[in-house]
């Protein structure tokens, strides 16, 4: 079966950097959309990036972290990554990854991926 594990959140002060890994195993990716959603406390979890897995990874961001995120991929290590910079507040919420078959990146944002990891902790302090 499809595992997704992500790691490297943690605490992390306004205007600061992380850098979050999913490494992914138990499936053929070449065809996948790879991306992160997250979740804060008291709201629905939304879509924040997403690449596809083959090709020049196309790549798709939500508004709100447009010119701040970074997501990437490699292939060999089977592992996508979002480079957070500038970080706020307001980013502060579980950061999950997520795969789906036969998905444009864009397509990640307009239905639910039907695999997703366990998520990570990232907590943005003022």
């Known amino acids: 079966q499809v595992q997704l594990v992500e790691s490297g959140g943690g605490l992390v002060q306004a205007g600061g950097s992380l850098r979050l890994s999913c490494a992914a195993s138990g499936g053929t990716f070449s065809h996948y959309g790879m991306g992160w959603f997250r979740q804060a406390p008291g709201k629905e979890r939304e879509f924040v990036a997403a690449i596809t897995w083959s090709g020049g990874g196309t790549t798709y961001y939500t508004d709100s972290v447009k010119g701040r995120f970074t997501i990437s991929r490699d292939n060999a290590k089977n592992t996508v990554y979002l480079q957070m910079n500038s970080l706020k507040p307001e980013d502060t919420a579980v950061y999950y990854c997520?795969?789906?078959?036969?998905?444009?990146?864009?397509?990640?944002?307009?239905?639910?991926?039907?695999?997703w990891g366990q998520g990570t902790q990232v907590t943005v302090s003022s």
């Open positions: 997520a795969a789906a078959r036969w998905r444009s990146a864009q397509g990640m944002a307009i239905n639910p991926p039907a695999y």
